[in-house]
């Protein structure tokens, strides 16, 4: 928001430099985007409002904080003698009344979307304006155009009320309608474009045809011209989302839009309408006559809210007098009705922001000052809850992704179809009624399109070793929203030394990852074969937790890296795990505590020749299932398969840990072991120990 200094001292007489008025502003919430030198010594105040402060869009609004920032008196100049400079305000303005006119009628169709219509009839001579009103435009930003079309520019700007004039030989009836627009309906703006109008559009019509868009832009059909010898002027108030929803549906922006879907003031139009009728007759453009037409019947009481002088000290951590919380919501334009505990305020219809105790609040500190509010520990009323597991689960694999030499990506929630399909079907994907382009088309049923695009993006920019992971949700039409974590990897597992060369990252390269995060989430994998359409058979794999599987990896199929864009002959190995099937599957003695061992471990290997196609999972399956107690860790060490062993047959050798937490174990326990093992695998599997 642009405002000339010399026009904000129309409402308050503030001293000091423009540069001791953009401190103090910026102390209060406001950024001060520049000072821009103007004639005569004058200064322009560039204003950043925040998108929730619709009533300091005005040279009106940015005087009021600023008369509240020096604890200075706030007053419309027209609404007593005018000051030096400024425009006089008419003499014999007729009084407002909420009754048709003999020259309008003034119909509202749509009170919801409009609950107020003010009205008025003027006989203008147009021209240009005054100098000093083109100065004042200018400096706001806005282009002059004429007497006429400018008085309507200097009431927003002044105000922050949009108005608009139509030619009044050009609305039939005289008549206006607030309605919406019928099906098919369409009209010429007055950019020259042709607008096509929804039946959800509200528009401003006469008897036959919509005259504007309301709230928008008004229609070519009835504008100013050179010709004009009578106006009428529209002041009125319509709802922000009607407006937000028509200004988004036609891609039409203009100033009354931006103020009109923030939230104008449903008190303002009558004023509004007042000042612009002054302002005609005060520069000579023309003269008001008959009644005022101010059709409200949307009417709604002011908001109040009770404010305690405890609740102030306790969010402030600071005791603000009395007489300073009076003060500063009186001067912003608050009532307050004092009792026992603290204050009933009214809140003016301006302040669309101000809907509980604690934006009273908020308006309090501005204005006292966050410097005199003294650092303070918030008291502690109960105990802080328990921080959620699922936090505390992100926090340890993303631990164990880090020391596992991934990086971390955050990637977005939105993917194209495309990219969506090798890992989901058209009929389980989640499309967005609204997408922003095809290629943010559906909701990522899975973490890994996104990682695959980051994981492409680095390959096309010489990276050659690769390792990313992500932990986010992924969302299904079945299934809903799933908690996920993903990682891809590609180049070596490990770099060059001068004890080796580099290796290829490998299938139990990903599958030890896995294994980690299992362990890391409280439970043991059991890893089982897994086929999935987006990994090459054969190289793929899963973890089964209570007959479901929870986790996924493997090699990824080349035609899907190919579609990413992945250079060829990249080998890419990716895993997903699901967190909430973990979550359902946990051990629950996941946080048990148990003290070191004191006593020695006693260890055995064990060979046995079994079929080449047996997986290693189900020997060791069988092994903790025969042994006793005792065993405490079992681990393959070395498979062999080759010269001197028949072609459908390997030998597997296992790592074997046996320990009591109470006493020193004899040779004797452990054979027995030992023994009921390998009988346990000759029996199941047909092995042969070596």
Known sequence: MKALLSWVREFVDVPGTAEEIGRRLSQRGFALEGIEPAEDGDAVLDVEVMANRPDCLSVAGIAREIATAFELPFSLPFEGQARAGGPSPAAGLAPLRSVDSSEVTVSIDRADLCPRYAAAVADVQVGPSPAWMQARLQAAGIRPISNVVDVTNYVLAELGHPMHAFD???????????????????????????????????????????????????????????????????????????????????????EASTRFERGAD??????????????????????????????????????????????????????VPDGDIQRILGALGFTLAAHADGWTVTVPTRRVDVRREVDLV???????????????????????????????????????????????????????????????????????????????????PSLLPGLLTALAHNRRRQRRDVRLFESGACFRRVLGERRSLACVWTGTASGEHWSGPAREVDFFDVKAVVERLCAALGARAGVVTHEEPWLVTGRAAGVQRNGRVVARFGLLDPRVADEVGAPAGDAVYVAEVDLDGFDLARDPDRLAVTPLPRHPFVT???????????????????????????????????????????????????????????????????????????????????????
């Open 362 to 444: 908020e308006e309090i500190a501005r204005h006292y000052g966050y410097d005199r509010i003294p650092s303070t520990f918030p008291p502690l009323i109960t105990l802080a809850p328990p921080l959620d597991p699922r936090i505390a689960d992100a926090r340890v694999l993303r631990s164990v992704m880090t020391a596992a030499g991934f990086s971390e990506a955050v990637t977005f929630g939105f993917v194209s179809e495309a990219a969506a399909a090798p890992f989901a079907g058209a009929d389980v994907q989640a499309p967005i009624a609204n997408p922003l382009s095809e290629s943010y088309a559906v909701l990522r």
């Open 604 to 690: 055995r290997d064990v060979s046995v020749l079994v079929d080449a196609g047996l997986a290693a999972a189900h020997l060791r399956a069988t092994i903790r299932a025969a042994a006793s107690p005792l065993l405490v860790q079992v681990r393959e060490f070395d498979r062999y398969q080759g010269k001197g062993m028949p072609p459908d047959r390997a030998s597997l050798s296992f790592h074997l840990v046996f320990q009591s937490a109470d006493r020193t174990l004899t040779d004797e326990e452990v054979q027995a072991d030992v023994d009921a093992i390998v009988a346990a695998l000759v029996r199941d599997h047909g092995a042969v120990q070596r």
């Open 266 to 319: 449903p008190s303002l139009p009558a004023v509004a309408m007042a000042r612009a009728c002054a302002l005609l007759a005060a520069i000579g453009a023309g003269q008001a006559r008959g009644t005022i037409v101010d059709a409200w019947p949307g009417r709604a009481a002011a908001a109040t809210l009770v404010l305690r002088r405890a609740r102030v000290a306790r969010l402030l951590g600071a005791t």
């Open 168 to 254: 009044l030989t050009k609305v039939e009836g005289p008549e206006v309608r607030v309605r919406t627009a019928g099906k098919g309906e369409s009209m010429r703006t007055l950019d020259g474009q042709p607008r096509t109008l929804t039946p959800e559009m509200l528009v401003i019509a006469d008897r036959s045809r919509p005259m504007a868009v309301a709230g928008v832009m008004g229609g070519g059909g009835s504008e100013v011209t050179a010709t004009t010898s009578a106006i009428l002027l529209e002041s009125a108030y319509f709802n922000p989302l009607s407006v937000r929803r028509t200004s988004r549906a036609l891609a039409l922006k203009t």
